[in-house]
């Protein structure tokens, strides 16, 4: 399955060098588990990693996509400077299978997080940047502020902050029904992305769209689809009453009734299964929402780490961060042109960004060879 899924990424990328295969895909498998069954993981979450040493960037996404989307910028950000990448699929997103997937809280969703990074490095972690966009820029200060990541050298946000993203909840479900509940293909569903606007850089949109859809699973247990099959089949019989039919002749036909209302079913089966949709259904998932983003900016502040925040616009800062960054308390640069997704949109500029920061505070140094100019105008 590794194979193929790899071959996937090889075949969508084939335009430019596929950077998210110097990534190694594994599975952790053994996690936390209750304590009558201590044999039984009870979660296991995908992650992707990259690099042997350095610090390490501990990469969470936003909600609805998945690790994938940070695989182009892992590429780029691994050519600056000297670091290793965790990227994690969280609950319930992507490949990663935990035994409540519907508790998206964000005490649960940051202890998973903590979690994880003890059953990868144990009792002494290496050094850690914590780096998150969205709803994954909420779990990380949540991540943080509860101290999950004890070796925690540093905080980046991206694209989220607390006022604007607690003003978005009322259209939020608009903006949900407004996507296409279904792609014919995954090249549809990234020309969908790219078009849209969502993604829009067509490298990054052909990787982490594979994490953001699936094929659709059987539609017998679909209510809607179920209730389709059964009318056409009572539209049939009203239709052979009004016509006087004798019991003997619809007698005759009842087997070519079955074999016409199987062939239905199989022929809406094999639809419906060439069909692709969402990983995660968002909708329901909108009890905790308000959750991840209340009192987000004045955790963020709290947090005794050199912090970075990274903004699509300017006017998506609030009343604490705007007094916060007048004071000094952390480094904002705003990127402009870009989508909400501002690490996929513009990975170098990320990239760029997070490498000036981490070798400014001394947590890192530049790649030999990375071009001296570059350094010299990176914003400061």
């Given at each position: 399955?590794?194979?193929?899924?790899?071959?996937?990424?090889?075949?969508?990328?084939?335009?430019r060098?596929?950077?998210?295969?110097?990534?190694?895909?594994?599975?952790?498998?053994?996690?936390?588990?209750?304590?009558?069954?201590?044999?039984?993981?009870?979660?296991?979450?995908?992650?992707?990693?990259?690099?042997?040493h350095?610090?390490?960037l501990?990469?969470?996404?936003?909600?609805?996509?998945?690790?994938l989307?940070?695989?182009?910028?892992?590429?780029?950000?691994?050519?600056?400077?000297?670091?290793?990448?965790?990227?994690?699929?969280?609950?319930a997103?992507?490949?990663?299978?935990?035994?409540?997937?519907e508790?998206?809280?964000?005490?649960?969703?940051?202890?998973?997080?903590?979690?994880?990074?003890?059953?990868?490095?144990?009792?002494?972690?290496?050094?850690i940047?914590?780096?998150?966009?969205?709803?994954?820029?909420?779990?990380?200060?949540?991540t943080?502020?509860?101290?999950?990541?004890?070796?925690?050298?540093?905080?980046?946000?991206?694209?989220?902050?607390?006022?604007?993203?607690?003003?978005?909840l009322?259209s939020?479900?608009?903006?949900?029904?407004?996507?296409?509940?279904?792609?014919?293909?995954?090249?549809?569903?990234?020309?969908?992305?790219?078009?849209?606007?969502?993604?829009?850089?067509?490298?990054?949109?052909?990787?982490?769209?594979?994490?953001?859809?699936?094929?659709?699973?059987?539609?017998?247990?679909?209510?809607?689809?179920?209730?389709?099959?059964?009318?056409?089949?009572?539209e049939?019989?009203?239709?052979?009453?009004?016509?006087?039919?004798?019991?003997?002749?619809?007698?005759?036909?009842?087997?070519?009734?079955?074999?016409?209302?199987?062939?239905?079913?199989?022929?809406?089966?094999?639809?419906?299964?060439?069909?692709?949709?969402?990983?995660?259904?968002?909708?329901?998932?909108?009890?905790?929402?308000?959750?991840?983003?209340?009192?987000l900016s004045?955790?963020?502040?709290?947090?005794?780490?050199?912090?970075?925040?990274?903004?699509?616009?300017?006017?998506?800062?609030?009343?604490?961060?705007?007094?916060?960054?007048?004071?000094?308390k952390?480094?904002?640069?705003?990127?402009p042109?870009?989508?909400?997704?501002?690490?996929?949109?513009?990975?170098?500029?990320?990239?760029?960004?997070?490498?000036?920061?981490?070798?400014?505070?001394?947590?890192?140094?530049?790649?030999?060879?990375?071009?001296?100019?570059?350094?010299?105008?990176?914003?400061?």
């Amino acid at each position: 399955a590794d194979r193929m899924e790899k071959q996937l990424h090889l075949n969508l990328l084939a335009s430019r060098p596929p950077m998210f295969m110097i990534i190694k895909h594994c599975v952790l498998s053994v996690l936390f588990c209750e304590p009558h069954h201590t044999l039984t993981p009870l979660h296991t979450f995908r992650i992707y990693s990259s690099g042997s040493h350095g610090p390490v960037l501990l990469l969470l996404h936003g909600g609805g996509h998945s690790a994938l989307s940070w695989a182009v910028f892992t590429g780029v950000i691994c050519s600056r400077i000297n670091c290793r990448v965790v990227a994690i699929d969280l609950r319930a997103h992507g490949d990663t299978k935990v035994k409540n997937s519907e508790d998206l809280s964000a005490e649960t969703m940051a202890k998973d997080v903590g979690k994880v990074v003890e059953a990868l490095y144990g009792e002494n972690p290496p050094p850690i940047l914590m780096i998150g966009h969205s709803m994954g820029g909420a779990i990380a200060v949540h991540t943080a502020a509860a101290n999950h990541v004890p070796s925690l050298l540093g905080l980046c946000v991206i694209d989220v902050v607390e006022g604007t993203a607690m003003d978005a909840l009322n259209s939020m479900q608009n903006f949900l029904r407004s996507r296409p509940k279904t792609f014919k293909s995954v090249e549809n569903a990234i020309e969908w992305s790219v078009k849209s606007g969502q993604i829009r850089n067509i490298e990054s949109a052909r990787v982490s769209m594979t994490g953001q859809v699936k094929k659709c699973e059987e539609p017998l247990n679909s209510p809607g689809i179920s209730k389709s099959i059964s009318e056409g089949i009572i539209e049939e019989e009203e239709e052979d009453e009004e016509g006087g039919e004798s019991n003997h002749k619809r007698k005759k036909e009842d087997d070519q009734e079955v074999e016409i209302t199987t062939y239905s079913k199989n022929f809406l089966y094999c639809l419906y299964k060439s069909l692709y949709t969402w990983r995660i259904e968002l909708s329901k998932t909108e009890k905790y929402w308000e959750g991840w983003f209340r009192g987000l900016s004045s955790l963020f502040l709290s947090c005794p780490v050199p912090k970075l925040l990274l903004l699509a616009g300017i006017d998506r800062l609030d009343k604490d961060l705007t007094i916060g960054q007048m004071q000094g308390k952390f480094q904002m640069q705003v990127l402009p042109q870009c989508g909400h997704a501002v690490h996929e949109d513009a990975p170098e500029k990320v990239a760029d960004a997070l490498a000036t920061f981490m070798v400014r505070h001394k947590f890192t140094e530049f790649k030999e060879g990375f071009p001296w100019y570059v350094r010299f105008v990176m914003p400061r």
